[in-house]
């Protein structure tokens, strides 16, 4: 927690995709605290027909390098968001080569209750974690 999901034009070789998570992971870390091991990434790709993400009156120039980012996490902070949305845009710039104008980020809040890890309990709410 918290469960990344990617959505990506198809066509990233396996290493590009690898230093894609690795980064953002990284910067999760950095923004929310959460530990090292607390990593939940799920990449969908799709065709470029099947992937639609303008601009919402802003003016950027979208490419096939677009990075959707869809966040499912607990109750964060507006100064930790504001964190996270900046170091994304600067490390998957800086490792990735991906302009910040095909970076978007959405994050949807939950609660303890929400979660389960496994074994059919809610880990939050037992105290296992």
């Given at each position: 927690?918290?469960?990344?999901?990617?959505?990506?034009?198809?066509?990233?070789?396996?290493?590009?995709?690898?230093?894609?998570?690795?980064?953002?992971?990284?910067?999760?870390?950095?923004?929310?605290?959460?530990p090292q091991r607390d990593r939940y990434q799920i990449v969908?790709?799709?065709?470029?027909?099947?992937?639609?993400?303008?601009?919402?009156?802003?003016?950027?120039?979208?490419?096939?390098?677009?990075v959707l980012i869809s966040v499912v996490s607990?109750?964060?902070?507006?100064?930790?968001?504001?964190k996270l949305y900046a170091l994304l845009a600067d490390r998957l710039k800086t490792e990735c080569g991906v302009s910040p104008e095909d970076l978007m980020v959405s994050i949807t809040e939950n609660s303890d209750a929400d979660w389960s890890f496994g074994l059919g309990e809610a880990q939050f709410l037992t105290g296992k974690l």
């Open positions: 927690m918290p469960l990344l999901r990617f959505d990506l034009v198809e066509g990233r070789d396996e290493e590009t995709l690898r230093t894609l998570l690795d980064t953002t992971h990284q910067a999760m870390v950095d923004a929310f605290q959460v969908h790709q799709h065709a470029p027909n099947e992937l639609i993400i303008q601009d919402t009156g802003l003016g950027f120039t979208r490419t096939r390098d677009l607990k109750k964060r902070t507006t100064s930790q968001k504001e």
